[in-house]
């Protein structure tokens, strides 16, 4: 039976607090089949056959041919990362040795593959013949074979060595050449009898310097990856085994159409139909490091990812060219900030429509990982409320709303709220606070994709309007998973004088239940100040940090140092209730002083 609403239980701000965003780094016709079908998923609720056609709508066709069906059975996909690809031995990066246990839990969270990310360089002859060490190699094959006895795919590359050595095959050709060549025949014989479930990458995020540490140009980056790609595919094509046939990737020299093409032709002038693009995605970099003020999923945003889509697909898919992408997820993540430098919200909408344009565009995605969704230690999701929008991105759609965050001033009058969904081709269904269903014409009013709460609802929502959450109200959908709302009561944010060095500067800040968006740092005459000179608005966490259980906002060491001595700067912080401050900082040889405008 449904509980009818009543007042609610207030959550503390610590609360929501613990809400934080992961991240971590797109990159033959024949008949068209049907979507492939993904993990299962435990989050999605309620389907109905409605929404399940307006779903399926959307999906693009993709020729069928057996390289295109491979890479599709394996959806969804999980990197390994920052284990064995660390530098220089498999834990020196803070993780633990890969076991049979992590793998059985990935495969039990839904993966169908993993993408073994393999740094060689430490376990090599750097001199000819490039020995690898064999008990190197004997440990590489033990995680494979881990990997196809529990039925996941993987794919193992050659990764960090990108940037280690082959990067400078423009001024030591012949020498990266061979390195190269003995590398991949050295894993290729390794690898040559395992099941075609083992697919192989050659070269991690490839690039090419000159002899002064620059980036080579466009077309000489080309040419290299291209002759490195050749020889790769020929190598492992000779091995024997089950190497004849074993699907290939290829990865481009950049992000970009002209990128895009040159891998495309490269692959074409293979002749061989088990090849693979792979390209990898990190979204829109300014909103995922929230900067130049990006720190919304706002239309820009989403026209990137939608643009990337299109063009690996029309590139790629479209010619029967599977494409997998072998990392994807954002940049910031808790293992540098604590401070939500992406309001988890915004987060969230980023994650559910990635996962989406990779289901309609037919592209298989692998998730990078350090260990900050999959504990590696446990094997269990760290961020359950992120993880439900990946997981339920394999298969299904999420509605969501303008803001997970409902803001209401401490004192005054309160009034009625709108809330502004987002139906992604799902079907509203009501809205409830924990095990309290509100009532539809009494709580809440509902308008198209406009929800408006009344007075009254608003009323007990906000509870006693102690500072901070107060009650988290839920929005539920056909399927996906529910859309939660935090209801915060808030007063005006304060701050005070304060004094730094160039070891940075701490303002002392009462949010008083406010939650910091982004920061905007400028001259007298409109210029941009900090190391982003380019912007106003500065990086969230690169340049300040704010602390909301400590009442601070730290500057940071970079931002001082950047900054032009003698030269105010005014500071304005904008929060998401709407409010901002301003604040001006000096720098004076090695004193650095605050002031509240």
């Not at 390289?67 to 020196?92: H, K, L, R, Y």
């Not at 090599?124 to 094959?141: E, G, L």
């Not at 996941?152 to 061979?178: C, F, G």
């Not at 209801?487 to 701490?506: C, E, F, H, K, R």
């Amino acid at each position: 039976m449904l509980k009818r609403f009543d007042a609610p239980r207030r959550r503390s701000a610590a609360g929501l607090a613990s809400v934080i965003l992961l991240t971590g780094a797109v990159l033959g016709a024949g008949t068209l089949p049907a979507v492939a079908s993904a993990a299962p998923d435990s989050t999605a609720q309620n389907s109905t056959t409605q929404d399940s056609t307006a779903q399926d709508a959307g999906i693009l066709p993709a020729p069928d041919n057996p390289a295109m069906s491979t890479v599709a059975a394996m959806q969804p996909s999980w990197n390994i990362g920052n284990t064995m690809d660390a530098i220089p031995d498999e834990t020196s990066w803070g993780n633990p040795l890969i076991t049979k246990q992590l793998l059985d839990s990935a495969k039990a969270q839904g993966f169908r593959s993993i993408r073994l990310p393999v740094t060689w360089s430490g376990h090599q002859s750097a001199t000819a013949p490039y020995t690898i060490d064999p008990v190197w190699m004997a440990r590489v094959k033990q995680v494979v074979d881990w990997a196809i006895a529990d039925g996941l795919y993987v794919d193992l590359n050659v990764h960090h060595d990108s940037w280690q050595w082959i990067e400078y095959m423009p001024t030591n050709h012949d020498n990266v050449v061979a390195r190269f060549n003995a590398t991949w025949t050295q894993i290729a014989t390794t690898f040559k009898d395992e099941p075609r479930k083992l697919l192989f990458e050659d070269v991690n995020e490839p690039q090419f310097k000159d002899a002064a540490g620059n980036p080579v140009s466009d077309a000489d980056a080309i040419k290299c990856l291209d002759e490195l790609d050749t020889s790769f595919f020929n190598i492992v094509r000779h091995s024997g085994g089950r190497n004849g046939s074993r699907l290939l990737m290829l990865f481009p020299t950049a992000n970009t159409q002209a990128g895009f093409d040159a891998q495309a032709a490269e692959i074409a002038s293979l002749h061989d139909p088990n090849m693979v693009a792979t390209v990898h995605n990190y979204g829109f970099w300014p909103f995922t490091v929230n900067i130049a003020g990006y720190d919304s999923f706002n239309d820009r945003v989403q026209q990137d990812m939608l643009d990337l889509y299109s063009q690996i697909y029309n590139t790629f898919v479209a010619k029967g060219v599977p494409v997998y992408m072998g990392e994807w997820a954002t940049f910031k993540d808790p293992g540098y900030d604590k401070f939500n430098a992406i309001e988890p919200g915004e987060g969230y909408k980023f994650y559910e429509a990635f996962e989406y344009q990779a289901r309609i565009h037919h592209v298989t995605t692998a998730l990078w990982d350090t260990g900050l969704f999959i504990d590696r230690n446990t094997g269990q999701i760290r961020i359950p409320d992120l993880w439900a929008y990946v997981k339920s991105g394999w298969k299904t759609r999420s509605g969501t709303a303008a803001s997970d965050q409902l803001f209401l001033p401490k004192s005054g009058p309160i009034t009625a709220q709108t809330i502004s969904l987002n139906l992604n081709g799902t079907t509203f269904e009501g809205l409830s606070v924990g095990d309290s269903h509100l009532l539809k014409g009494r709580d809440y009013l509902i308008n198209g994709d406009q929800v408006t709460l009344t007075a009254a609802t608003v009323t007990k929502l906000a509870g006693d309007r102690a500072l901070g959450v107060n009650s988290t109200l839920t929005v539920r959908f056909s399927r996906g998973v529910p859309w939660h709302v935090n209801v915060i009561s808030y007063a005006p944010v304060t701050q005070a004088n304060a004094t730094g060095d160039a070891t940075g500067l701490v303002i002392p800040t009462q949010f008083n239940g406010d939650v910091l968006a982004e920061m905007e740092a400028k001259y007298a005459d409109g210029s941009g100040a900090g190391p982003a000179s380019w912007t106003t608005y500065q990086e969230f966490g690169g340049s300040f940090k704010p602390d909301t259980e400590g009442n601070t906002i730290t500057m940071t060491p970079d931002f001082i140092k950047a900054i032009n001595d003698g030269v105010p700067v005014t500071l304005t912080f904008y929060f998401w209730s709407g409010a901002k401050t301003t604040y001006t900082v000096t720098k004076s040889g090695a004193t650095v002083t605050g002031s509240v405008s």
